[in-house]
Nanobody
Framework: QVQLVESGGGLVQTGGSLRLSCAASGRTFNSYTMGWFRQAPGKEREFVAA???????TYADSVKGRFTASRDNAKFTVYLQMNSLKPEDTAVYYCAVEESGLWIPGLKQYDYWGQGTQVTVSS
């Protein structure tokens, strides 16, 4: 069982920045693929970014160049640095774990999910 706790969400103006954190339990964190997803009201959950056990990253086109995923394996934590935020980035953001280290997992291949953190970008 892996537990994930997200933090760092909040209200920010257009063009602002936020850094989300996701702290994970689990003895083999270093081998996990970690993902970030978001879900806006009335919309399906969508992929934002993923980071492999080695630090390889991939991003949705909508956030490429603005968001950066990173991880600190010593702290069992992954981060999502979000810059140049837009109102359309408003959503609940979730982190997720894919335990086998698969690259690049689909949404349904993630094994555990956090509770989510709200990000609201005002215009």
């Amino acid at each position: 069982q892996v537990q994930l706790v997200e933090s760092g969400g909040g209200l920010v103006q257009t063009g602002g920045s936020l850094r989300l954190s996701c702290a994970a339990s689990g003895r083999t964190f270093n081998s996990y693929t970690m993902g970030w997803f978001r879900q806006a009201p009335g919309k399906e959950r969508e992929f934002v970014a993923a980071i492999s056990w080695s630090g390889r990253t991939t991003y949705a086109d909508s956030v490429k160049g603005r968001f950066t995923a990173s991880r600190d394996n010593a702290k069992f934590t992954v981060y999502l640095q979000m810059n140049s935020l837009k109102p359309e980035d408003t959503a609940v953001y979730y982190c997720a774990v894919e335990e086998s280290g698969l690259w690049i997992p689909g949404l349904k291949q993630y094994d555990y999910w956090g509770q989510g953190t709200q990000v609201t970008v005002s215009s």
